[in-house]
């Protein structure tokens, strides 16, 4: 049997049958609206499910959360539960994001994550258990449209916290506009101290290191000194980079 809302208008405190009566269906809504399930393949969240045990022990697949419009204050938990090695992808509905994210990654058992639907088209990440993570494409910001081969990168976050690293190769350019990637998972919080960033290795003599811009997905490589680097000096050179900084 479905079970609506309970209506706390139908409560009158000089009626202690209606009280009862409030409070049965009060409490069937909240047991009908608190239920478990465990998939074992590719799973669109139901309207009663607030906690998903996601087992991938067959394969990798995708948990959908519902569309956060309407749904003020829902509560979503996705566990990945098995000690395998298939990762278990939260995928958004629509243009939803999660904390600023298209998706979400549970990649080790007990990796766990607690949504929150702000109402309107994203899903708060309130509670991280384990840390999310996925995968992230450096790509050129440098405005001249360079193609980086080679380019790929993964992330990790516990709560504001994020860790990046990735590494790509430049064309050959003489292009002489500074050079920059983008593409970071999350946006940097905006003050100078989040910035930082590490060039932990390079086949290049110039840069020496790499630093976000706060407020956006990109940075931008640095010479031992400080200066800016052009595309020209990074041409044909392979680049390892990590990054770990407050999300904005």
Not at 197 to 215: F, Q
């Amino acid at each position: 049997m479905a079970w609506g809302v309970p209506n706390p208008q139908n409560l009158f405190v000089n009626d202690w049958r209606s009280v009862g009566g409030w409070l049965r269906d009060a409490y069937r809504w909240i047991i009908a609206n608190q239920a478990i399930t465990t998939p074992v393949a590719a799973y669109t969240v139901a309207e009663n499910i607030h906690y998903v045990r996601a087992d991938a022990t067959a394969g990798a697949y995708s948990v959908t959360i519902p569309a956060a419009l309407g749904r003020d204050g829902r509560e979503i938990i996705v566990t990945k539960v098995d000690s395998g090695g298939n990762v278990v992808t939260i995928a958004r509905s629509g243009s939803d994001t999660f904390n600023g994210s298209t998706s979400l990654s549970l990649t080790a058992q007990w990796d766990s994550v607690t949504l929150i639907s702000n109402g309107n088209n994203a899903w708060d990440v309130t509670g991280v258990g384990r840390p999310t993570s996925g995968a992230w494409t450096p790509v050129d910001a440098s405005g001249a449209a360079l193609t980086l081969t080679g380019a790929a990168g993964t992330w990790r976050r516990w709560g504001d916290l994020i860790w990046a690293s990735g590494l790509c190769t430049y064309p050959v350019t003489a292009d002489a506009s500074n050079a920059a990637i983008g593409g970071l998972p999350f946006t940097c919080a905006n003050n100078n101290q989040s910035r930082t960033g590490t060039l932990s290795y390079t086949t290049g003599a110039t840069a020496r290191g790499i630093i976000i811009t706060a407020n956006t997905t990109n940075a931008s490589f640095v010479t031992a000194a400080g200066a800016l680097v052009t595309n020209a000096q990074m041409s044909t050179f392979l680049n390892y980079f990590n990054f770990v900084y407050p999300a904005a």
